[in-house]
């Protein structure tokens, strides 16, 4: 959908584990070699929460950076919104335990369950209220603790995933930057592609649960592939033919970060050179809502993106669910 108001992001803030898990420290739990990880996922080693960390406290930091670069307190934020699949606990909302922590008023605060895709679905809802002049300052963050619900005994599905979290404060823009569009898609997954059978009303906690290792992600990795490249390259399409422009007038597209191999094939069936792709999955692996404003702040702070320049976000993930968004920052 085309945007009428203008919004912009007035600050972006990230937070990433003090632990490390490389690539060789597999070798110790699973059949497997830094060099398969490598070939097959471009992924060297991702971030690690301990045992105390939450998503929550990785949200946390993440803001206190974004409100630190917008030169906002917290007090002044109008709602916030978090993206996960790995909250603290299934109610209250994780927004409501990072309304808490940073000190905020009463204010709207609630979780968006989209997967991979969650953070571009949040942004849509803060761009949203701010629009619709309800609000002026929105926090949206991307924020996942993978590694709590990864299966350490699945060879194919625990290389991929590393905890970490990515923020943005939202706000009303007079000036050139902008969303210039943002939009929205799922497909029920009846293959079920990627899923985390227990835990929910469908299957409820049981000893039998825990036994079955029902409780940890499951993936099925050829069907990712195909769905993955398949949704980018429309994404791309479907953005740059809706707003009139061409892949040169885009500095950096900033997807999903699930795959090194899923993002060189959409790259080359959409002729695109990987150097406009922003990549930092080697250092951070799949953190899932986390990954986009994750590699947007990296982005934005070391220099690579400055005022003006046009980029585009793209996620796809569990549901299934896609989504993009094109911005002026």
């Known amino acids: 959908m085309r945007r009428t108001n203008k919004v912009k992001i007035l600050g972006t803030g990230s937070c990433a584990p003090k632990g490390v898990l490389r690539n060789k420290d597999f070798s110790y739990i699973i059949d497997t070699s830094d060099e398969w990880i490598t070939e097959r996922t471009g992924i060297k080693e991702r971030r690690v929460s301990c045992d105390s960390e939450t998503t929550s406290d990785l949200a946390t930091e993440a803001a206190r950076h974004a409100l630190e670069m917008a030169q906002l307190s917290a007090e002044k934020l109008d709602a916030i919104i978090v ?22 008023r009463k204010i709207p605060s609630f979780d968006i369950l989209a997967a991979c895709s969650g953070f571009i679905y949040g942004l849509a809802n803060g761009i949203g209220l701010i629009e619709s002049r309800q609000m002026k300052y929105v926090l949206v963050v991307g924020a996942e603790t993978l590694t709590k619900i990864t299966d350490y005994q699945d060879r194919n599905t625990c290389i991929l995933f590393g905890d970490g979290a990515g923020a943005v404060i939202l706000a009303p823009s007079n000036d050139d930057s902008e969303f210039l569009s943002c939009n929205l898609y799922a497909e029920f997954d ?3 592609m990627m899923v985390l059978p227990a835990g929910g009303s469908r299957i409820p906690a049981t000893h039998e649960t825990v036994n079955k290792r029902l409780h940890y992600m499951q993936l099925k990795g050829n069907e990712i592939f195909r769905f993955a490249v398949v949704e980018m390259c429309n994404m791309l399409d479907n953005e740059l033919s809706s707003n009139g422009i061409t892949m040169n007038d885009i500095k950096y597209i900033i997807p999903h970060q699930v795959n090194l191999r899923i993002l060189k094939a959409a790259a080359d069936r959409f002729n695109i050179p990987m150097e406009k792709i922003y990549v930092n999955l080697d250092r951070y692996g799949n953190t899932s809502a986390a990954s986009v404003p994750l590699a947007l702040d990296e982005a934005v702070r070391s220099g690579k993106v400055k005022r003006g320049d046009l980029l585009l976000l793209v996620a796809f993930g569990g549901g299934k669910t896609w989504a993009s968004s094109l911005l002026r920052y």
């Open 83 to 104: 993206a996960t699949i790995t909250p603290d606990t299934i109610f209250p909302a994780t927004a409501c335990y990072l309304q808490q922590r940073l000190g905020c």
């Open 190 to 192: 009846s293959t079920g």
